[in-house]
């Protein structure tokens, strides 16, 4: 059974950093794009960074280039680790995070995932 688990989030002052975590357990991720979303209560879920293949592409929306940070560790062949490096932190990055994987990018982009997870919330406050 495939499952993605997020980790880390929290309450932080503005101007910090989280790291979020994202367990993904079972067979096939490696060949998946995996990737960072945030949802507030009353929008869409908006897409934030992705991350797919061995030498990796990599992208990030604008919103949080250049201050968020996507990475993947494969070490353990059962389990894909998916991290999301959050700095410098803005009460509107206040938000619940969720890792999700898709076949492609493109299709991750637009938020039709094959695997959510549950989220998790990220509280920033100023």
């Known amino acids: 059974q495939v499952q993605l688990e997020e980790s880390g989030g929290g309450l932080v002052q503005a101007g910090g950093s989280l790291r979020l975590s994202c367990v993904a357990s079972?067979?096939?991720?490696?060949?998946?794009?995996m990737g960072w979303f945030r949802q507030t209560p009353g929008k869409a879920r908006e897409y934030l960074a992705s991350?797919?293949?061995?030498?990796?592409?990599?992208?990030?929306?604008d919103s949080v280039k250049g201050r968020f940070t996507i990475s993947r560790d494969k070490s353990d062949n059962n389990k894909n680790l998916l991290y999301l490096q959050m700095d410098t932190l803005k009460p509107e990055d206040t938000a619940v995070y969720y890792c999700?994987?898709?076949?492609?990018?493109?299709?991750?982009?637009?938020?039709?995932?094959?695997?959510w997870g549950q989220g998790t919330q990220v509280t920033v406050s100023s």
């Open positions: 999700a994987a898709s076949l492609t990018v493109d299709s991750l982009r637009r938020a039709q995932c094959d695997y």
């Open positions: 079972g067979r096939g991720f490696n060949n998946y794009a």
């Open positions: 991350i797919k293949g061995i030498f990796p592409i990599i992208e990030y929306a």
